[in-house]
């Protein structure tokens, strides 16, 4: 036991010492410090020349290579692009390119009636005919000339709303439901109510035209529509309208709109870090006063922020929109850094009896090994996101088929239809049980668009799983490298697993769904969270040799934990008031995060710890009793109150059993 705790000793003086020398070569040579920082950060920042972006919501949020990406493949290469002729919807391998159109009455009235369907026609012939691309030389093309064909006519979902005999059955209130003429009437009327299998009222209707996808014209009348549609002014409906880009388009919008909460949220955490930095400004002490630490200590994330960009882009890895929320994470860790240093600081012997290089090498020998920990751990944890199946994920983290046969027919294809499953784990159980269906079979599998998506939910919960798993494995050994003490370890084991749990809890009553956005924010919460009990229990190691540890391990690392807590939180609210999804769940696990980091490390961590200290003392009073008792059993009465709490220091009780 004298042989490990004197090996602890020398591998806990290892560390000490090397950062002593890095505290000592920083205090000798600041300029040269100063200057290599701010060089490397611009030469890096260059690579923002390269930046380029990644806006597919299939290719960032859906796994990479699933088996959907793998059978969508084949059926481009089998066969031939349908929306040229005899275009069914269903043939599609891909959602397609399209523009939507939903009009609904203003008043939510019923709209069968001649003055609502002529409406109608008038919104048909704008789009048919006022919505117009022209070409270089000249050549105008409308929607006629860049529509999917469906036999001799253009292909529209709800097509049916425009024929005049549909028209005049309609007016009548004459119109089965939900089939007429074996087409189904339900995904195009809103709000839809039958009465003896009659359409008996509606208050809208939407029609979808799909376009060709064989050259780039599609898309730039496309384009042309969305430029066009909102100078359309209605008398009796609303319309709303979306496109085949929508999706990613308002996720960009939204993101891009949220910059602006970036830079108030930089504004607040500098004000505050500067705040909780100085002096009372009654003192008027100016050497206590570290305002200037506060404002260095925002700015350098920030300089981070700017050269992690800059490189990442070089090397050719695209900005996605997820990538947003990072410079508020970063923020955070480098204020949470920044008040363990000043408390390292604040600890060091005063200028009075102590060089500027003795309270360098102090500082960092107190608090050296404490920010390395928090920032390795985080590093790993993204570094373990990195091989997520999930584009989005590896880019935030970072940044984060049927053999040939020899007959002339190679293969053919047909369709199934299914009930609206709105669930996402039941859309996930479809495809599985279909390919469940199709896997005894060399020659048949199922396919659908919507299975790219479908893979999702499939893969998601596993993934997180395992990607969480993985981190909190990664980060407790190396947790360990740096504190050779198992139990204490295990406590931080525990209370990161408590915090994690607490996550997963409450995410349910925030309506937050696990998702590939979602996932990002739980594989980042583990390293927060271990940020906030390695600080404690670093502290508590380092004040064992005190009288009053638990005291003296939260004057060291209690303020520095609220400060930066408190700082991360007004950070966080502002995240409340944007209108991104992204940028609002990261809000929410946020919160989560370091709601629940701050109680354990301020109340539930300092309690087990006290526990464990008390329950460690009473067992070592009881072990010299048993051996006093064995010793002098035959010569002296023993004294009960020879061997008291008082006579076993805190640190025999870490030498012996932490």
Sequence with gaps: MEELQQCRKRYEGFFGILFEKLGSFISKYPKIVISICVVVNSLFLIGLLELSTENNVEVLYTPSNSQAYKDREFLKNVYSDPTTSNFESYQLETFGRYVDVMMISKNKSDIMNQEYIDEINNINQFI????????????????????????????????????????????????????YNSQLLSPIFANARSQK??????????????????????????????????????????????????????????????????????????TYACQASASSWLKCNNIANRANLGIAGVITPVLGIGAA?????????????????????????????????????????????????????????TSGISITITSVTDLLAFGVGATSVFQSIRTFCIYTVFSTSKLKIRSSKFYIKSVNLKSSSDQGALMERLRELGKNSQFIFFYTPAFIFFEQYVQILPSTLLTVG?????????????????????????????????????????????????????????????????????????????????????????????????????????????????????????????????????????????????????????????????????????????????????LQVFSQYM
């Design 128 to 179: 048919q005919n006022s919505v117009v691309v022209y070409e270089t030389d000249g050549t105008a093309y409308k929607f006629a000339n860049v529509c999917a064909l469906s036999s001799s006519e253009c292909s529209v979902l709800g097509g049916v709303v425009l024929d005049s005999e549909f028209q005049r059955q309609f007016i009548q209130r004459n119109v089965s439901f939900p089939m």
């Design 197 to 270: 299998g009659k359409l008996a009222s509606t208050i809208g209707v939407r029609l979808r035209y799909y376009l060709q996808q064989i050259n780039s014209l599609p898309k730039t009348w496309e384009n042309e529509f969305l430029n066009q549609i909102p100078h359309l002014k209605p008398n009796l409906t609303d319309v709303a309208y979306a496109n085949s880009e929508s999706l990613e388009t308002e996720l960009n919008k939204a993101t891009d709109s949220d910059i602006t909460f970036f830079s108030v949220t930089f504004t607040l955490m500098m």
């Design 309 to 365: 960009f800059g490189f990442v882009s070089a090397i050719g890895i695209k900005f996605t929109n997820i990538v947003g929320v990072m410079p508020f994470l970063i923020i955070a860790i480098g204020i949470d850094d920044m008040f363990i240093l000043m408390s390292g600081m604040a600890g060091a012997p005063s200028l009075s009896k102590a060089s500027i290089e003795d309270r360098m090498k102090s500082m960092l020998r």
């Design 470 to 650: 993985i981190a909190v494995v990664v980060i407790l050994a190396v947790t360990f490298i740096f504190i050779p003490r198992p139990l204490l370890v295990v406590i931080v084991a525990l209370t990161v697993i408590s915090i994690m749990v607490g996550i997963f809890g409450f995410m349910y009553y925030w309506d937050l769904t696990l998702s590939s956005v979602t996932m990002i924010h739980l594989v980042m919460s583990v390293g927060f969270s271990v940020d906030f009990a390695v600080h404690i229990c670093h502290s508590f190691l380092s004040s064992r040799s005190e009288s009053e540890v638990l005291k003296s391990a939260l004057d060291k690392s209690g303020g520095p934990v609220f400060n930066a807590a408190f700082s991360s939180l007004l950070g966080i609210v502002m995240l409340f008031f944007s209108e991104s999804y992204i940028f609002q769940s990261f809000g929410k696990v946020m919160l989560l995060v370091v709601s629940f980091g701050l109680v354990h490390a301020v109340f539930f961590l300092p309690l087990l710890l006290d526990i464990l200290m008390l329950l460690m003392k009473r067992k070592e009073i009881e072990t010299r009793k048993t051996n006093d008792e064995e010793t002098q059993s035959n010569t002296t009465e023993l004294n009960d109150d020879r061997v008291s709490s008082s006579s076993v220091s805190t």
